[in-house]
């Protein structure tokens, strides 16, 4: 299969304004690529456009609500409009949400979360995929988490991440049995320096203020999340990814070896382990 990632080429990346998503759109205007860069935080994204353009970069900012599949349409024809075409979809946008145990959790905020995480990877699959199956090289990257892997203790956002690796794994299957030329990863990262824990600054007004009883839970998730990777160091490794064909993009050290210890716990029949985060 030829390489999706290559000097002309289109990539589409949402929740491009920080964090993993611009760290992404970073990496691929470095390899000659022209970016779409998607985000419902719009004075952030026109920011982050800016920069990349004011470094030689060809960039076109698209504030997107991926929750919204008319919106992710417009996103697709918005790119197609300016570039003809899309070799690389970046479903990457992301959110926490309420930290409370999962009966507490509001109707309202699971909407939030499954509308992000969940629907709008397969938001971005329906607008996006058969775009990709026109070219001759495409490749598809849905951003999950260690937490889609093993639980985390965070609710929505853990069965948001469980649905992405699914999705994915779906996703690679139907597009082999067409035999396509579209490949397929999923990227698992552990903590990396983002502001996913701050994402509450996009909630929307009408759920309401997030519950003070979970601010030393949250200000835990922030430190870690601040001495994480750099996001940098994980759009390396998802370049590398797509160049090799990788489907499973475990970004951490010891990763592995903590799905092998889960695997196996599994396959005991033994009750989940708590998180360790």
């Known amino acids: 299969m030829a390489n999706a990632i290559a000097a002309g080429h289109v990539a589409v990346v949402t929740g491009a304004a920080s964090g993993i998503g611009f760290a992404l759109s970073e990496r691929f205007c470095q390899e000659g690529m022209r970016v779409v860069m998607a985000d419902v935080e719009e004075p952030a994204l026109a920011e982050a456009a800016d920069l990349l353009a004011?470094?030689?970069?060809?960039?076109?900012?698209?504030?997107?609500?991926?929750?919204?599949?008319?919106?992710?349409?417009?996103?697709?024809?918005?790119?197609?409009?300016?570039?003809?075409?899309?070799?690389?979809?970046?479903?990457?946008?992301?959110?926490?949400?309420?930290?409370?145990?999962?009966?507490?959790?509001?109707?309202?905020?699971?909407?939030?979360?499954?509308?992000?995480n969940l629907w709008g990877v397969i938001?971005?699959?329906?607008?996006?995929?058969?775009?990709?199956?026109?070219?001759d090289a495409a490749h598809v990257v849905n951003t999950a988490s260690m937490a889609g892997l093993i639980p985390s203790g965070l609710g929505p956002y853990d069965v948001t991440k469980h649905g992405v690796v699914a999705l994915s794994e779906d996703l690679y299957f139907g597009l082999r049995q067409r035999g396509a030329q579209?490949?397929?990863?999923?990227?698992?990262?552990?903590?990396?320096?983002?502001?996913?824990?701050?994402?509450?600054?996009?909630?929307?007004?009408?759920?309401g203020e997030v519950d003070p009883s979970t601010a030393a839970v949250r200000e835990m998730l922030r430190q870690l999340q601040d001495a994480g990777m750099e996001p940098a160091e994980v759009a390396a490794q998802v370049v590398a990814a797509v160049h090799s064909g990788r489907f499973y993009v475990l970004t951490h050290p010891g990763s592995g070896e903590r799905f092998s210890s889960w695997t196996e716990r599994v396959l005991e029949g033994s009750p989940p382990e708590p998180p360790r985060i």
């Open 182 to 207: 579209v490949g397929v990863s999923v990227l698992c990262p552990g903590f990396v320096r983002t502001r996913i824990v701050d994402a509450d600054r996009n909630r929307p007004g009408g759920l």
């Open 123 to 135: 938001n971005g699959i329906r607008s996006f995929v058969p775009t990709l199956l026109r070219q």
């Open 54 to 116: 004011s470094r030689g970069a060809e960039v076109l900012p698209v504030p997107t609500d991926v929750a919204r599949p008319e919106q992710m349409d417009r996103l697709r024809d918005r790119a197609l409009e300016a570039f003809g075409g899309v070799h690389v979809l970046c479903n990457n946008a992301g959110v926490v949400g309420e930290l409370l145990p999962v009966w507490e959790v509001s109707q309202s905020d699971w909407d939030w979360v499954l509308g992000v």
